[in-house]
């Protein structure tokens, strides 16, 4: 289509993910990131068949399951009491079904394993400390102009521009959408401790889900099960926009101390919580115009209660480059993409608000929420994500 670089706002998983398969497509990329290095803090992030199966595509197989785990179940659990709901297989048997594996990976080494292969590529240019603050279209192709941190402005020329910068996009405004997300009530609370130090019960190579009121608890091991991930997720009247900050240890205790044992007792050896307000947004119907577009949170944020945002951020990425190379121009190729991606992410965001009124239930929904899933068969459960996990980009 044309020489001039794909530039890409946001290197999060979405933009390095894209820069790579892009960059496999034998097209110029030139990938901007906000932030001056890339440095994750410590969480988990479970990446599902659906994803790793193009991660695996793009070549990072073996980086990536030297640093990823396979849990063999997903184990859920009464917070209030601690007795066991259901279960469902997670390890060989997913493969099987779907013919890629089911990863618990820590972000800062899939992030790394993704900036590695970037950096591999001679037709990738990386360029950290710049935010995308304007955009121009032309009759040929974007002009941008980017901003570094002590307000030096520049104005790049590409052939097209993907906003990959995240729930909070820019890119998003500058494509005449600037409506906000908005605060769903709940706060994220997110710690990672060593295995060494966890109790016994929440050792095991198995997702941990545990339901209460207003609030759930996620746990799994990570890099080699020598760490153990905890996310807590409770309801609360205060929000802070932005990626993170510390969370008081005292507070998000006396969230569970109506809880079972086994989770006072985890919760009890975690020194440190970052916290995140969790916000929510429509898809965004007009994510394409011209010659610029958006993939990832920038698009179509998704709540953590299906584990799926990272995922829908990396399927946008095989759907774009498949677009890209199925049609004469850019714009068209653009516009088939979000229409391709509206309905299903659309559905993914829908089942992952549904999931969230379903874990947080309060009694006496609660008692039939657990009484159905008593009563439910492991492949049942499995079956109702068939069509996520199933699904080839
Ligand atoms: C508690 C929690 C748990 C989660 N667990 C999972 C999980 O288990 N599995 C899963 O699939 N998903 C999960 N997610 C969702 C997942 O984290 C996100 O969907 C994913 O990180 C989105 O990636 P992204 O690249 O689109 O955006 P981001 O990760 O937000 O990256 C955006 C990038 O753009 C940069 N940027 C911002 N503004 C600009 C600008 N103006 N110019 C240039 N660069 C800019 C930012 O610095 C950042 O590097 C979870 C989310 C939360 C909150």
Redesign the pocket.
Known sequence: MTDRPFII????????TLALTLARQNRAVML????SR?DELG??????PN?SRILIGLGLGPALSRVAGKPDELIVRNGKNGTTLTRMAQGQSMRQAYGAPYWHIH?ADLQTALLDAVRSEPGIQLSFG????GLQQTATGIRIE?ETANGTRTTLEGAALI?????????AALLGDASEPRFTGYT?W?ATIPMDQAPDLFRANATGLWLGPKSHLVHYPLRGGRVLNI?A?VSDRNAEPG?SRPGDKQSCEARFNHWAQPVRDLLSTVPEWHI?S?YDRPPRPNAARGRATL?????H????FL????????EDTAILAAALSSHDTIETAFKSYVANRAQRTGRVQREARFNGQIYHMSAPLSWARNLKLRNSSPTSLAQRYDWIYGFTA
Not at 9 to 16: D, H, K, Q, S
Not at 163 to 171: K, M, Q, V, Y
Not at 295 to 299: S, T
């Open positions: 706002a946001g290197a999060g998983i979405a933009g390095l901007i990131e906000k932030r890339i969480a988990g992030l479970q990446i599902s994803a972000r710049r935010a995308i603050a980017t906003g990959a910068d995240g729930l909070w996009t820019r890119t994220a997110r996310v997720i990626w995140w969790l993939i990832g949170d920038a698009f944020p998704v709540l953590p584990a799926q945002g990272a995922a829908m951020a990396i």
